[in-house]
């Protein structure tokens, strides 16, 4: 009697779906915590080099954001981070690929397009900086509209539009009365125009908010050249000296200790 092949009652054509549907998934469940890993692993350089760049450890964050920039080249965060990094770096070439980049990816990035409109104003590229600003002041999910108003005032006002750079500035201190970039720009406009107690005003304002010594030191140097122009020359010379001792060698106390050598 011949022998009959052994038989499951499977047609063979299944069993070979069957595991080429299991090597299938196994190398999907593979690839998934590969994935995994690799976003983890992105997140972990990402965190540190955002604790870094909060210490000012710019080299370090730096280092740490661009491991995390290798692991996950399309997260607009890490762009923005590396962004910002650069900017504080001093190369701004480098921040500007980065936040471009972030907002490429994700064009509702606002932290990234104000810091854009920021670094634009530092390089006197204001009409670029407008087009940001612009986009920022109009987006009602914007949460914080003051902070691109003041911007876009400065903007405005760099560019000689002394009209729209108030009305800029002016609904920015709507929204907010105690933020100090609009508060020091509203000083700057009204010496600009020849109003020098309301400039006053305003840099006094900006010292009440407590910000940056860096800050500080310019609204002391700005009062004290209107008590220059006032003829009040103590009064003057106390807020040069405080500018030089909020900023020794800083732009802001160098300016104060050169003016305090011309009225010693």
């Given at each position: ?31 998934q915590a590969d994935e995994d890993l690799r976003v983890r692993k992105a997140n972990s350089h990402f965190n540190l080099g955002i604790d870094y760049l909060r210490n000012d450890r710019m080299a370090l964050a730096l280092r740490e954001l661009l491991f995390a920039e290798d692991l996950d080249p399309q997260n607009p965060r890490i762009h923005q981070a590396l962004g910002d990094g650069y900017s504080m770096r001093g190369k701004p070439v480098e921040a500007e690929q980065h936040y471009l980049r972030a907002l ?161």
């Open positions: 009697m011949s022998k009959q092949p052994l038989s499951f009652g499977v047609p063979i054509v299944w069993l070979c779906a069957l595991v080429l549907f299991l090597g299938l998934g196994c190398a999907s469940s593979i690839d490429e990816i994700e064009p509702t990035l606002h932290e990234a397009r104000l810091n854009l409109s920021s670094l634009y104003n530092q390089l006197n590229r204001y009409e670029e900086s407008l087009v940001h600003t612009s986009m920022l002041a109009d987006d009602a999910t914007f949460s914080g509209p003051w902070r691109a108003l003041a911007s876009k005032g400065f903007a405005e006002y760099q560019l000689g539009r002394i009209e729209e750079a108030r009305s800029s500035l002016g609904l920015g201190l709507e929204y907010r009365n105690d933020y100090w970039p609009t508060l020091l720009y509203l000083g700057m406009l009204e010496v600009e125009e020849g109003r020098r107690r309301e400039a006053m005003g305003f840099f006094q304002q900006v010292l009440e908010q407590d910000p940056a010594l860096s800050v500080q030191a310019q609204a002391n140097y700005r009062i004290g050249e209107i008590y220059i122009a006032l003829g009040k020359r103590q009064q003057a010379i106390g807020h040069l000296q405080a500018a030089v001792a909020q900023t020794p060698g800083g732009p802001w106390g160098v300016k104060s200790e050169e003016y305090l050598k011309l009225l010693r």
